[in-house]
């Protein structure tokens, strides 16, 4: 509560500013260029919807250690950690989202291409991107333009490539940080007559601050960019690895409050092996002076293996994947200031999901193989997207996307809910089903459609006003339809669709700039899991609330920023779970928190030195979808700086958690097993310092 209304004062002393001050700035916040909602360049002003865009300076400021770090300053969104080393868990305009199938409620993209194929997503595949060394990051909240479709339901996080220098740039940096915290950057960049290139790699070792949490990771960006006469080719190859040993949850009402608790690992045998690569090349034709054309083909690979010490038995999941992909574009200028933007986006996949219990068997969770199939899929979707000024200060933006999306499944095991060998689970000395459920072969296809219709209203020079309506939906993926629990059918698994309008007011007034954003959402045929782990489907969810981002330039040097969300997220039907917990109409969903906030204050003490202190807030939730077990929040203070002492030499560091606040990543309530509060807990007051070279 003292948030919003600090959020709200803060929001009125920014309108209050007087206009002439618009004029001066000359609208710098709605001149931004973004690329994420028309996968083109085009200035934040001219967009009936949002996009956060958290900048290289900022990235560079903040030497994350993980997403989470840097996402956080995009209102509305909230990348948890999950467990430790790279692992997340993502909310974006929603609750946080668990289950198999959850992670395609979002959108992850780097340079506009999906992390992993359509229909395979994994909830922890940011860690596929190199956010370390990215350009920026944008974050498009709510459903996503007509140039998305399928997973673009909560929104889109698209990790932007660096792109090649003009002039020759090479610079290494070391940083070091406690508990063994090692990590090593590389880039190199120039331009050449009409060739560019930019490579940037970084290597990170971490011991981790939690027993048996060591982490190993590689990332590698190669761009080359070619432009001739008309004709432009960016093509970008990514490659990353990680080999992680995993902390899991720790046990017991508000544990993480236990300093010598929260250092252990009940889960010391848990870890995740993550490799990808991913090619891309975006091909630019200007075929006149109205009209150009844009090719993307692509090619996306993927091996991971890892432990899931959440569920009994901890069984050991494989899963694979590669993929062809291209992405066209068709744009034509119409006449009176219209564009019309006309494609269809092709994928062809084929992936493999294999899951295995070493461990004796649990009643329903036997031993041996639960799960081993492979399935192919086709995706094809044309669409159309077109802007019309209709008055002098007033744009119309609208689109329509249909998306037909086919699996071809291949069950490798015995069908049904049995074990491997085709017997029953036992519990009491009594025949039962198992846990897990294998359909038979099978194919099945699902058709969507998506649609936007937006405004765009310039109040003046530097703000503008926007309205938008869109309609999103996201397929089931090949987990939700094939990984089946013992009372689930695939014919009762439909596909998530979204109906959602959005308000927004951005621009600059004297020494403020803002955003603001005001939502409300209906989500239907909601998948989800319960806290005892059990699928369901055809839920129904509401979601509304408002955004803000705001920055006011002090003097002297000092500057002061937020970017606040207060927003709710209810279930929208009555029922009761297969794990016992009543859901009912206008109750909380769980992990949504109703407050976020990142404010920061900021001096820039040289041109090229700043120090800047975050005040981070997490506002409490439920943990369990009966709202009967909650976590109260946190707030966190962290500190870092930047000096370049010469052209050479720059030092940077900083200290995360600064009051060395005793807090939980994230809070859960578990009803399997020994039925009780858990949680990731939080690390504790940590320093961190670097050096970087240019040469």
């Known amino acids: 509560m003292r948030y919003a209304l600090a959020m709200t004062t803060a929001v009125g002393l920014a309108l209050q500013a007087g206009g002439a001050g618009a004029e001066e700035t000359g609208g710098k916040l709605i001149e931004e260029l973004v690329v994420t909602a028309t996968r083109a360049e085009r200035a934040l002003g001219e967009l009936a919807g949002n996009t956060a865009s958290i900048t290289r300076d900022e990235l560079e400021l903040l030497g994350a250690t993980h997403p989470t770090e840097a996402l956080y300053r995009s209102p509305g969104t909230w990348v948890s950690r999950g467990g430790s080393g790279q692992e997340h868990l993502t909310a974006i305009r929603s609750p946080v989202l668990t289950g198999p199938g959850s992670c395609a409620e979002f959108l992850l993209a780097q340079d506009g291409i999906h992390l992993r194929p359509t229909g395979f997503c994994n909830v922890n595949e940011m860690l596929q991107a190199n956010t370390e060394q990215a350009e920026r990051i944008e974050v498009m909240r709510g459903p996503g333009t007509v140039f998305y479709g399928s997973n673009a339901l909560h929104g889109v996080i698209n990790v932007i490539t660096a792109t090649p220098s003009p002039a020759l740039e090479r610079r290494g940096s070391v940083e070091f940080g406690e508990e063994g915290f090692a990590r090593l950057e590389a880039t190199t960049a120039s331009t050449s007559g009409r060739h560019g290139y930019r490579l940037n790699a970084n290597v990170t070792r971490d011991d981790g601050w939690r027993d048996d949490s060591a982490y190993d990771q590689h990332k590698l960006d190669l761009r080359h960019a070619y432009a001739g006469d008309g004709l432009e080719i960016d093509t970008i190859f ?52 109205q009209s150009s054309l844009t090719l993307t083909p692509y090619v996306l690979w993927g091996d991971m293996e890892f432990l899931m010490h959440f569920l009994v038995g901890t069984p050991l999941e494989e899963n694979g994947y590669s993929a062809v992909g291209l992405q066209s574009a068709y744009s034509r200028e119409i006449g009176g200031g219209a564009l019309l933007t006309a494609g269809v986006d092709l994928e062809y996949a084929d992936s493999t999901v294999e899951q295995t219990q070493e461990a004796p068997g649990f009643s329903r969770f036997p031993q041996g193989k639960h799960y081993d199939y492979d399935v192919t899929s086709l995706q094809v979707a044309p669409f159309v997207h077109g802007e019309w000024p209709v008055a002098e200060r007033l744009k119309l933006v609208g689109g329509i996307r249909y998306e037909w999306l086919e699996y071809d499944y291949e069950n490798n095991m015995r069908s049904g809910n049995t074990r491997e060998d085709g017997s029953s689970c036992v519990s009491l000395g009594n025949p039962i089903p198992c846990r897990y459920s294998r359909p038979g072969d099978r194919s099945d296809a699902f058709d969507n459609w998506a649609a936007q ?100 330039r002090l003097g002297a040097g000092w500057d002061f920023a937020t970017s606040a969300t207060f927003a709710r997220h209810l279930y929208a039907y009555d029922a009761v779970t297969p794990g016992g917990e009543a859901i009912n109409d206008g109750d909380e969903i769980d992990t949504a928190p109703t407050t976020l906030a990142s404010t920061r204050l900021g001096w820039n003490f040289r041109p090229r030195g700043r120090v800047e202190l975050e005040w981070l807030h997490v506002g409490g939730y439920y943990a369990d979808s009966a709202n009967e077990h909650k976590y109260a929040g946190h707030d966190l203070l962290h500190l870092r700086g930047r000096l370049a002492l010469n052209r050479t030499l720059t030092l940077f560091g900083q200290v995360q958690n600064l009051t060395d606040e005793r807090y939980a990543e994230r809070a859960d309530w578990n009803a399997l097993g020994s039925p009780g509060d858990r949680y990731f807990p939080g690390r504790p007051r940590t320093f961190f310092v670097g050096v970087q070279v240019d040469f």
């Open 238 to 289: 990514s490659a990353t690895h990680l080999d992680q040993d995993t902390a899991g949850f720790i046990t017991g009402f508000e544990a993480y409050r236990d300093k010598d608790r929260i250092t252990g690992n009940e889960n010391p045998e848990a870890y995740r092996k993550v490799a990808s690569a991913r090619l891309l090349s975006r091909i630019s034709r200007q075929l006149d002076a």
């Open 453 to 552: 219709l937006g405004a765009v209203f310039t109040v003046d020079r530097a703000n503008r006003a926007y309205i938008n309506l869109a309609r999103a939906f996201r397929a089931p993926q090949s987990t939700d339809l094939y990984r089946l629990q013992e009372q689930q059918q695939v014919s009762a698994i439909d596909s998530t669709e979204l109906n959602g309008v959005e308000a927004g007011l951005r621009g600059d007034r004297a020494a403020w700039s803002y955003d603001i954003a005001a939502f409300y959402m209906r989500k239907e045929n909601y998948i989800y899991q319960d806290s005892a782990r059990f699928n369901l489907s055809d839920g129904k969810t509401r979601h509304y609330g408002i955004e803000v981002e705001l920055m006011r």
